[in-house]
């Protein structure tokens, strides 16, 4: 089941020479967090605006849960999407409980309902309750503002998460963390996320697929495994900067690379280790135990098997990729 749904979108903006999103197809399914990759000017802002409609497209049409989202009201469309941006867009005036209590309120929750939701939110975001409801924007750190927004994001309980580039302006130290934060959130609610982003290793951390754009159009859309060890092309494997090995090891989640679990397997035997660790934490755990394969866990529950043949076709195939038709599509 898809979710998001973009069947030859196409978006020209007046008096530009080309599309700045041009003849795009994909579908996002229920619970992914796809992140859209790309360099500067090459429309991924503008595919992910389409999808709560700040921008219609010109061409082609967007489902979302199968509806078209043209016959949606705008108000009703945004209700179901929480929308996250660069510099957190939190109202200045408001307190963070106020700002996070916008959705809430815009759907009816009754004012108990509507302070449960605030300070559980504000619990997963790992802001006190008590110490930051009454705070205003200006007296948070940006990495505090951040974890605000996400918040009020998330308030309404949203099916679908834009997300445009929301830690580009924070230091790396506050970035890393705030990612760290994400994959947690992701875990426990398992939304539908479509992440903006310009830097690689946050897409290679975050995404359980990423989709590659250049000049308004889709280049490749798959695992980052895959984009790794089998890229469409020259541009491809530039972007992810795939000739870096450990680089590789330490960014590509098990969970890309693994291969599910067949009914005779996992061994109970085997070392395990969760589909968010990385491929350097996989090959270290082979190393120490010496172990032919290992299990992948999922909340706990088997779902796969690595061994180190997946993680040496992560490590080497690339190496030999040198002739990968050089083009930006």
């Not at 409801?133 to 200006?138: C, H, K």
């Not at 541009?235 to 693994?258: E, W």
Request: hydrophobic share 40%.
């Amino acid at each position: 089941m898809s979710t998001i749904e973009f069947d030859q979108v196409s978006l020209r903006f007046s008096g530009s020479a080309r599309p700045a999103v041009d003849g795009c197809s994909f579908e996002v399914k229920v619970g992914e967090l796809v992140v859209i990759l790309g360099p500067s000017g090459c429309g991924k802002t503008t595919l992910l605006k389409m999808v709560n409609r700040l921008y219609e497209p010109t061409a082609g049409q967007i489902y979302l849960d199968g509806q078209n989202i043209r016959k949606l009201k705008v108000t009703k469309l945004r209700r179901q999407i929480g929308y996250v941006i660069q510099q957190s867009g939190l109202f200045p005036h408001m307190t963070v409980a106020q700002n996070i209590a916008v959705a809430p309120e815009l759907l009816g929750w009754p004012r108990p309902k509507i302070q449960m939701r605030i300070d559980e939110l504000l619990a997963l975001v790992d802001l006190t309750p008590d110490e930051y409801r009454d705070r205003y924007p200006a007296q948070l750190s940006g990495g505090q503002q951040q974890r605000v927004g996400l918040a009020r994001a998330l308030a309404g309980n949203p099916k679908v998460m834009l997300m445009d580039e929301p830690f580009g302006a924070i230091d790396a130290i506050t970035r890393t963390t705030l990612q760290d934060e994400i994959l947690q959130l992701q875990r426990q609610l398992k939304k539908t996320i479509l992440f903006v982003s310009h830097d690689v290793e946050e897409a290679l951390r975050l995404a359980d697929r990423i989709l590659i754009m250049s000049q308004g159009k889709i280049v490749q859309f798959d695992t980052p495994f895959k984009l790794l060890t089998q890229p469409t092309n020259q541009f491809v494997h530039n972007l992810l900067g795939a000739d870096d090995m450990v680089r590789q090891l330490s960014l590509v989640q098990v969970g890309t690379a693994m291969t599910a679990a067949a009914s005779d397997y996992p061994d109970v035997n085997d070392p395990t280790l969760s589909n968010r660790d990385s491929l350097r934490d996989a090959l270290s755990l082979i190393l120490k135990t010496g172990a032919r394969q290992l299990t992948v866990l999922e909340d706990g529950a088997p779902i796969g098997v690595l061994t180190l043949e997946h993680i040496r076709d992560s490590a080497t195939t690339n190496h030999h990729r040198t002739n990968c038709p050089d083009a930006s599509g």
